[in-house]
């Protein structure tokens, strides 16, 4: 069983910043492929960003490409989404997952994922 628990969400005007963090547990976090989702109210669940296990590979959505970077440390079970020049339409619950597939690869898709956090709210006021 993994344990995700996400941390870092809150309000923040547009234009700024935030860094959510991901706790995650188990001895072999080194080994999960990682992924960011968002929610926004009324809206499906949508991919933000992934890493592989290894770090190796990163995909982003188009629309947070150059502006978010998702990195992970391993010596602290933790992966990380620093956000910057946030827009209004960023505002959304943000959830971390983990990808226990033995590939190395950073994943779009809601179903390659096997563990979810709670999610952590992000508002950006515009």
């Known amino acids: 069983q993994v344990q995700l628990v996400e941390s870092g969400g809150g309000l923040v005007q547009a234009g700024g910043s935030l860094r959510l963090s991901c706790a995650a547990s188990?001895?072999?976090?080194?080994?999960?492929?990682m992924g960011w989702f968002r929610q926004a109210p009324g809206k499906e669940r949508e991919f933000v960003a992934a890493?592989?296990?290894?770090?190796?590979?990163?995909y982003y959505l188009d629309a947070v490409e150059g502006r978010f970077t998702i990195s992970r440390d391993n010596t602290k079970n933790t992966v990380y989404l620093q956000m910057n020049s946030l827009k209004a339409e960023d505002s959304a619950v943000y959830y971390c997952?983990?990808?226990?597939?033995?590939?190395?690869?950073?994943?779009?898709?809601?179903?390659?994922?096997?563990?979810w956090g709670q999610g952590t709210q992000v508002t950006v006021s515009s």
């Open positions: 188990g001895r072999t976090f080194s080994r999960y492929n």
């Open positions: 890493i592989s296990w290894s770090g190796g590979r990163t």
């Open positions: 997952a983990a990808d226990i597939s033995s590939f190395d690869r950073a994943c779009t898709r809601y179903g390659c994922y096997n563990y």
